[in-house]
């Protein structure tokens, strides 16, 4: 699949041209968002696309400029939902959604959809945690121990699952193949999966991942057209998605923060922009092409 880099962002022009995706899948997706906003859904994840990659994920907010590009531009459309491995309440507050005028017609989806935040209730509806995120975080510290876990590595709580990060590492990458196998047993002993990131390992319930949260949220909404952004392999489930979608005849725009940490992503991409900064350039410029 062709690749398109957009030009460098322009915060003081946002009625730049948009960028031209590089397929004509791609292309037919942006069209039908142009045509037909009030039955367009935007789905973005939140880390690395929404907001910068930070060592210390507790510290990661969304760009500065998020908000105000997401309160223009969804009124202006079906729905906008933010899907996350976080916890949905996490998301909402390192992002800032909650309160926004504009945002309205914000959901968060967090866990990978397992949890949904609705803007317009400023509620959250969950089902019950699964049994063995309990007995992984108990075995976890000691496994990690018996393997020899390089220093800098460390364990982040997510409620409903839990993560194992590598980039403090000496060398991060090298502990992050060094974990995956003793990780990935660890999870299938208790009924879980393991979800592979940008240097973290993530051990949570099988069953829901962002393909399957996108989905779901498009039949709700009765969506006839998409745009989804990501950086992470995570993603991938969601790009497969909208494939499937636009197999079935609904158009649909594949958008990647540019990471040179996944390569895959970009490859399966009709558009790449330049990291969280690029993504909030094309929704602040995709607002101002709907006025």
Known sequence: MGIHTTDSPDPANPTKPLPTPATPAGRDGLAALLARPRTAVIGLDFDGTLAPIVADPEQA????????????????????????????DVAVRNGGFAGVPGLEHLTVLGHYG??????????????????????????????????GAWQGTWIEEKGRAVAVHTRRAEDPQAAFEALREPLTELATRHGLIVEPGRMVLELRPPGMDKGVALSDHLRRTGAESVLYAGDDLGDLPAFAAVDKLRADRVPGLLVCSGSSEVTELAARADLVVDGPAGVVDLLRRLAAQLD
């Open 61 to 88: 907010r969304a760009h500065p400029e998020a908000v105000p590009a997401l309160a223009a531009l969804a009124p202006k459309v079906a729905s906008v939902a933010v899907i996350t491995g976080r916890p949905a």
């Open 114 to 147: 397992a949890e949904r935040w609705d803007a317009a209730t400023g509620t959250i509806t969950a089902p019950p945690p699964h049994p063995g995120v309990a007995e992984v975080r108990a075995e976890l510290p000691g496994l990690l121990e018996r393997a």
